[in-house]
């Protein structure tokens, strides 16, 4: 029994939580929901993705990501399956 306890907690260390993560709007979501979809964003990185949004306007392209502080090429390139662009309801 111990043998199939060590074996499932180290399969599990292998499974990403977020790698079942469902893509996230980030035109729409809320910083936690930003936090929880994306590798490498923590609360604070989301909370700026927020406040970009907020002072700039909705984003148009995944790349446009890179203008928020402390969001890179590489954070850009391991997430990019995981965003979604569109329109907050109402805006075009």
Known sequence: MRTFLKTLALSLAFIS??????????????????????????PAKAQAIVQYREQKGA??????????????SATLEKNRDQIV????????
């Open 17 to 42: 939580p977020l790698g079942f993560a469902s893509p996230v709007n980030i035109n729409t979501a809320s910083a936690e929901q930003i936090s929880d979809a994306l590798r490498g964003i923590g």
């Open 59 to 72: 984003f148009t392209s995944v790349e446009q990501l890179a203008e928020v502080k402390g969001i890179g």
């Open 85 to 92: 662009i569109e329109a907050a309801e109402g805006e075009h």
